[in-house]
């Protein structure tokens, strides 16, 4: 019997014991979140990554301690990378410590396991003229021209639905909006949320989440949800993780961990929130 699997297991688990213990000495889960971005998080901690970071927080005997900005360019250096002491030089105390919700892989930080997996889908309003379309986006391409004239679609400055759009030939009727709102009464999804109630759009090729705050916004079958298809050269669908500093390996392996130990919990939570999971 070779010994050295075990001896590599036995290491790796003292490792991992290690880990967690000096990260659940600490007196509380220090989150980096948007004060305003449903249903991810908010200042009224109502988000699913809020629900989450509250579930992990207690099975380490921590309490949740939130540093606020908007989750926009700069929001990584001003939160997980900035110290708690603006002029420290090599500081090991910073602001936050876990960014809840992240692509896997995402370059400026550590990513944990991924803890769910989403994907675009096409929200149509229902009773506006589209209930036809139903099994694929790709029904929109094979209207009648005039009647795809009246296609009210939003259609954000980035992303696989513009250019999914683009490939479709339909771009020129894409309703321009930002990707990264600057209002502070108003996220992404919040806009799109009601200007879909106000008839300014019909529809929309939305990321997973925010196409679960839109469907929470409005009574029961009020839209049609049809998830876009990946191909090869296009990809809608994501793992999603949490994110850490790239040296803070200690809290990666945690965090790790306790993503696996309560998945069942983390994708009850996820699916309350009417957020398409693969």
Excluded: H
Excluded at 35 to 52: H, M, Q, R, V, W
Excluded at 159 to 183: F, H
Excluded at 229 to 240: A, I, L, R, V, Y
Aim: proline share 6%; net charge positive.
């Amino acid at each position: 019997m070779n010994p050295l699997p075990l001896l590599y297991r036995l290491s790796t688990g003292i490792i991992l014991l290690t880990a967690t213990s000096i990260v659940s000495a600490e007196a509380k889960f220090k989150v980096c979140a948007d004060p305003l971005n449903p249903p991810y998080s908010s200042k009224k901690k109502d988000g699913f990554e809020n629900k989450i970071a509250e579930l992990l927080a207690k099975e380490l005997g921590q309490t949740v301690e939130y540093t606020w900005f908007p989750q926009r360019i700069g929001f990584i250096r001003n939160t997980l990378m900035a110290s708690v002491k603006e002029d420290a030089v090599d500081s090991t105390e910073f602001k936050c410590d876990v960014v809840m919700g992240l692509p896997a892989g995402y370059d400026l930080t550590e990513t944990t396991i991924p803890y769910y997996q989403s994907t675009y889908v096409l929200l149509i309003v229902r009773g506006r003229g589209w209930d036809d379309i139903t099994k694929d986006a790709a029904q929109l391409t094979n209207v009648p021209l005039e009647r795809q004239e009246k296609l009210k679609i939003a259609m954000f400055d980035q992303g696989p639905g513009t250019t999914w759009l683009q490939k479709s030939g339909l771009l020129d009727y894409g309703i321009p909006y930002q990707s990264m709102s600057g209002d502070d009464e108003n996220n992404v999804a919040m806009q799109i949320a009601k200007d879909l109630k106000a008839k300014k759009i019909d529809m929309v090729i939305l990321w997973g989440p925010m196409a679960g705050y839109v469907i929470s916004q409005s009574p029961k079958n009020s839209y049609t949800v049809i998830p876009m298809k990946s191909t090869p050269g296009m990809q809608f669908d994501f793992p999603m993780s949490m994110g850490v500093r790239k040296s803070d390996k200690e809290r990666k392996a945690v965090l790790d961990q306790l993503i696996v130990k309560k998945a069942k919990e983390i994708k009850a939570i996820i699916a309350s929130y009417n957020i398409p999971l693969l």
